[in-house]
């Protein structure tokens, strides 16, 4: 019991110690502050010495009235407003627009375009790879379909012959066309865009013009006033094309455009 009042008893003089000197420091610091600082006195400037000042510029500062009037009680408000500076508000003084700037707005031409437009050009000359023929004289490439110059797109189902005998002209014709264009490329200029989307132009195989080939052979109608037109009247006379017989009877005999028994259209 006496070691446990010892122990409290020591603890109590080291927190007083502790605040003693805790307490001596503050103080000190205090009075060094006071000892540097001193007290700031705010001087609050004389009114009349400001206003015997020079003036500053650009604000103009009035006289100071008479004795007299600075005596008479009734025109304290007059005195007032005359030391105030005054502005004028005439209409006259303020910035008014240029008659020439007032005039109704014109329209100008516009400027000329800083670069040209952007003309989607299709090359003068296209290679055309394994085309499709759709029919005798009308071919597919990718998104394109493409018409031969100077003869008449003929359908593949087209139906020929006499006397009641018919024989499929139309799908013959086809047949004989892709012959030729086996294994080879179309060579196509001169291309013009159609309203129906297809495309018309003149395209060689081999360097042998196509829709002449079509028209000899008669597999294609040439349309009048071309050149091909002297073409499709010797296939007529000579029966040959759609102005024959029928080619897959093999008793006739081969068929003037280029469809034999056993045979292929030559290349």
């Avoid at 206003?51 to 600075?70: D, F, R």
């Avoid at 029928?246 to 006739?252: F, H, T």
Wanted: a negative charge; proline letters at 9%.
């Amino acid at each position: 019991m006496r070691q446990q009042l010892v122990t409290i008893a020591g603890n109590l003089a080291a927190i007083l110690v502790f605040a003693g000197l805790l307490m001596g420091g503050v103080a000190a610091i205090r009075d060094r502050d006071s000892a540097v600082s001193p007290d700031f006195v705010l001087e609050v400037p004389d009114l009349a010495a400001t206003e015997k000042a020079a003036p500053v510029q650009g604000i103009p500062v009035s006289p100071p009235p008479p004795a007299a009037e600075k005596d008479s009680p009734g025109q304290g408000a007059a005195v007032k407003s005359a030391r105030l500076p005054v502005r004028s508000v005439e209409p006259g003084l303020f910035a008014l627009p240029e008659d020439d700037l007032a005039r109704p707005l014109e329209r100008v031409a516009p400027r000329p375009p800083l670069s040209g437009p952007q003309i989607d050009q299709k090359p003068a000359t296209i290679v055309l790879h394994r085309p499709v023929a759709l029919a005798a004289g009308l071919v597919r490439s990718g998104d394109m379909t493409l018409q031969f110059r100077e003869i008449d797109q003929e359908s593949a189902e087209k139906v020929c012959g006499e006397s009641g005998e018919t024989w499929p002209c139309g799908m013959i014709a086809r047949t004989a066309f892709r012959n030729f264009l086996r294994g080879r490329a179309l060579v196509c200029d001169h291309m013009e865009e159609k309203r129906d989307g297809a495309t018309v132009a003149t395209c060689t195989v081999g360097g042998q013009n196509a829709a002449e080939w079509l028209a000899t052979n008669g597999w294609a109608i040439a349309l009048p006033g071309t050149s091909l037109e002297a073409a499709t009247n010797a296939a007529r006379k000579a029966r040959r094309g759609f102005y024959g017989e029928d080619p897959r009877d093999l008793n006739r005999g081969s068929n003037a455009g280029g469809l034999q028994a056993g045979s292929e259209v030559p290349n």
